[in-house]
């Protein structure tokens, strides 16, 4: 059984950056062929994909996000990290790491484990 679970801090100011790790337990953030994801979700909205990394260590990202986002990984911890750069206040949210078979994501149901999430607000 895999585990997943965020770390990070639950305020943070605008205009700073927004770091977050997740630590995978129970299995390898290397195995073939999972890819590990950061998804957001704003209070009263849906869903939002931030972008994974994948079994290889490679990175793709949201179009809208991709311009102040990295997620690395550490595979001597088992983990992986959003940064998200330049935050606003709308980047207030609930924010899960989650893991899916492969890239081709038809809907939320193909992320098969999710950490518990963690709260964000950005705020001053």
């Known amino acids: 059984q895999v585990q997943l679970q965020e770390s990070g801090p639950g305020l943070v100011k605008p205009s700073q950056p927004l770091s977050l790790t997740c630590t995978v337990s129970g299995g390898s953030i290397t195995t073939h062929y999972y890819y590990w994801s950061w998804i957001r979700q704003p209070p009263g909205k849906g869903l939002e994909w931030i972008g994974y990394?994948?079994?290889?260590?490679?990175?793709n990202y949201s179009p809208s996000l991709k311009s102040r986002t990295s997620i690395p990984r550490d595979t001597s911890k088992n983990q992986f990290t959003l940064h998200l750069s330049s935050v606003t206040p709308e980047d207030t949210a609930v924010y899960y790491c989650?893991?899916?078979?492969?890239?081709?994501?038809?809907?939320?149901?193909?992320?098969?484990?999710w950490g518990q999430g963690t709260p964000v607000t950005v705020s001053s």
């Open positions: 989650a893991r899916s078979p492969g890239a081709a994501v038809v809907d939320w149901s193909y992320f098969e484990v």
């Open positions: 990394s994948a079994y290889t260590g490679s990175s």
